[in-house]
């Protein structure tokens, strides 16, 4: 039975995130650079507010912070590989000013947001173990701080140039990866509790890189008042909006 409330809690919190990127399939194109600014601040506020602090209250500040900065060192080092296969490809010294569109920050927002689902589902069997009430509780509070983090994934996908279709694919596939921590976590969970906060600190490392490294840099390409001004209330919005859920 406790089995059977894990799959259920990880396939309702993976369903309910589909469902949310399912309505950013219906954003106007002319609307994501925009909201670009508002993935930012939820990667950011996720990261900071949520992660992070959870990392740092189940592990010791040193391996939580060896593995942050492992972290951003594996996804700058995953990034120069898909720069290096691509110009490899297409010749070198090549790098097309759409290559940035098309998949860098998409794949490294891929891979983060699996960890992550993963990362929850461990939480979530690990909560159901000791109990289906807290179990219950843990599951609808993972949810409610995924929906709006998914809809910011979804937007980032799209801004690197993936298609509507594809970019919901991968969102669905990247939502398994709760079902499989969850299972996971069920059968072997005392050996992944050692690996938690390590684990907690690269989603955060992959959350902080994405928006630091390949989306803010975009954002300065419109360096006006008024679109400074949008961008920094988007981006406030995007926190405040994690914070309060």
């Known amino acids: ?27 106007r194109g002319r609307w994501v650079p925009m909201l670009v600014s508002f993935a930012i601040g939820t990667l950011l506020g996720a990261s900071f507010l949520e992660v992070l602090p959870r990392a740092f209250e189940l592990g010791a500040p040193q391996p939580v912070a060896a593995s942050i900065l492992g972290g951003l060192l594996g996804f700058f080092l995953l990034e120069k590989l898909l720069l290096w296969r691509h110009s490899h490809e297409h010749g070198e010294g090549v790098e097309p000013a759409h290559h940035h569109e098309h998949g860098r920050a998409g794949m490294l927002i891929v891979v983060g947001d699996t960890i992550h689902n993963f990362v929850d589902g461990v939480l979530i069997a690990a909560t159901f173990l000791q109990s ?31 298609t509507r279709t594809r970019a919901f694919v991968l969102n669905v ?63 406030a919005a995007g926190v405040a909006l994690i914070a309060i859920l």
């Open 1 to 27: 039975m406790t089995l059977a409330w894990i799959i259920l809690a990880s396939l309702a919190g993976g369903a309910l995130s589909v469902c949310a990127a399912a309505f950013a399939l219906w954003l």
């Open 132 to 162: 289906a009430q807290l179990g219950l509780a843990t599951s609808i509070a993972i949810v409610a701080h995924e929906i709006p983090q998914e809809v910011g994934d979804f937007l980032v996908l799209l801004n690197s140039g993936y």
């Open 173 to 235: 596939l990247s939502s398994l990866g709760s079902v499989a921590g969850g299972l996971i976590g069920y059968f072997a969970l005392s050996g992944f509790q050692r690996w938690e906060p390590a684990l907690l600190g690269v989603v955060a490392a992959s959350m902080i890189y994405v928006a630091v490294a390949d989306l803010i840099p975009g954002l300065h390409k419109r360096p006006e008042l008024r679109a400074t001004v949008q961008q920094t209330l988007l981006i």
